[in-house]
């Protein structure tokens, strides 16, 4: 995990550079979840999972348009537990962010309305999913690597010129031995620089 993050902070600082007059976008965003359309009852995990964060940066492309990368993880716990065994959900998505409201931004006239961004974007890429050999079920012991897609929206309100707060809601196919979705939803730490 500390590698993809260093590897996704690598990527953004180079592509930054390179890009002098743009924007960097960068996104930190704790969240709750649901999975759901999975067998829990053959895999033994909780649908809800114990822990769910997502890394995201963005760099400006177009005035509306921001190629992203962005790394997902997830938890959910084996039945009856908490943070004991189950499934972890690593996605790495490589995607674009549209952003509704990007020209009228101005957070030094005070007006909240000018303060907040909305943004849609969609994310595809590998994911990694590894389930504990203490799961019981199907599948037991193993880590694959499947195809994901992440397709979110959300809405950022900046409280400086860089930094802000959000709110962001997003769903995440992942397609294992038995497809599945994952329903993420929550608060978000934000940067524009």
């Known amino acids: 995990m500390k590698k993809m993050i260093f590897l996704l902070v690598a990527v953004l600082v180079f592509a930054a ?3 002098y007059a ?8 704790p969240g709750w979840g649901y999975t759901t359309l999975i067998n829990d009852q053959a895999l033994n995990i909780r649908k809800f999972p114990d822990i769910m964060l997502n890394l995201e940066g963005a760099i400006e492309g177009t005035r509306h348009l921001y190629p992203m990368v962005e790394v997902m993880y997830a938890h959910n716990s084996r039945k ?22 990007p020209a009228d931004y101005d957070p030094e006239t005070g007006d ?9 974007s969609v994310a595809p890429g590998p994911y990694i999913i590894k389930m504990a050999s203490s799961t019981g079920g199907t599948d037991a012991g193993t880590t694959k690597v499947r195809f994901g897609i992440d397709i979110g929206a959300g809405i950022e309100y900046y409280l400086t010129s860089h930094f802000g707060i959000g709110g962001q809601a997003k769903l995440i196919y992942v397609g294992y031995t038995d497809d599945y979705i994952l329903l993420n939803f929550g608060p978000s730490l934000c940067g524009r620089f």
């Open 17 to 19: 550079d390179a890009a």
């Open 22 to 29: 743009r924007e960097l976008n960068l996104k930190f965003s």
């Open 80 to 101: 009856g537990t908490w943070f004991e065994g189950g499934m972890d959900t690593i996605g790495i998505g490589f995607g674009l962010k549209a952003l509704v409201k």
């Open 112 to 120: 909240i309305m000018d303060r907040m961004r909305y943004w849609f």
